[in-house]
């Protein structure tokens, strides 16, 4: 058979692929966003893999593959989280914790402030800058590579600081910053 009929294996489509990082940058994750990706990684090797690989095994002596939904679903899932196993070790790999509540009391933002800034619209805004892998949007999380987080980062109450969009560029001013407090050992 002539080498160019062949299939070469090609990545998945729906393939996992880390957000990225700034040039020599550093994937900062708060303690307690680590602890939410270490516990999901260990639940899908610990409880969900093997019951999925119990249920494949199960589908699969079941007789003909090829028509057995079972089968068919279970293999797919079991790729879908091995891709998710394989994902959350390179993250947490490379993972830089850094504990927001070391700056508590302080009013400059760094990573895990929650800011208040006003816009040149006279919106007002709260968000968390957390890191790439646990910050949600709807949540009022940004990321601390995104630009609202770039622009606000050193910066401190009562400094205006300029936003580049591609609407153009926006003044926004701080207006509060917070940080969860200390842990307090008992």
């Given amino acids: 058979m002539n080498k160019a009929f062949t299939k070469e294996t090609e990545p998945d489509d729906d393939e996992l692929v880390p957000a990225p990082l700034p040039a020599g940058g550093k994937n900062y994750i708060t ?3 680590y602890e939410r990706l270490r516990g999901e990684l260990l639940d899908l090797i610990d409880n969900e893999r093997p019951q999925v690989v119990e249920l494949v095994h199960w589908a699969a002596s079941n007789g003909d593959r090829s028509e057995n939904g079972d089968y068919i679903y ?3 899932r079991l790729r879908e989280i091995d891709r998710r196993i394989r994902f959350l070790t390179q993250r947490l790999e490379i993972a830089e914790i850094s504990n927001p509540s070391l700056h508590h009391g ?3 933002v760094f990573f895990g ?3 208040t800034y006003v816009d040149d619209g006279g919106v007002e805004r709260t968000v ?3 890191g790439i892998d646990e910050a949600n949007s709807a949540l ?3 990321s601390w590579i995104s630009p609202v987080a770039r622009a606000l980062l050193k910066s401190r109450v009562g400094d205006e600081v300029n936003l580049v969009t591609p609407q153009g560029l926006h003044l926004l001013e701080v207006l509060s910053v917070d940080y969860p407090p200390l842990d307090v050992p008992r």
């Fill in 140 to 142: 009022g999380q940004v």
């Fill in 106 to 108: 302080s009013d400059q």
């Fill in 31 to 33: 303690p307690r966003g």
């Fill in 74 to 76: 279970g293999k797919k």
């Fill in 128 to 130: 968390t800058i957390l």
């Fill in 113 to 115: 402030a929650t800011v």
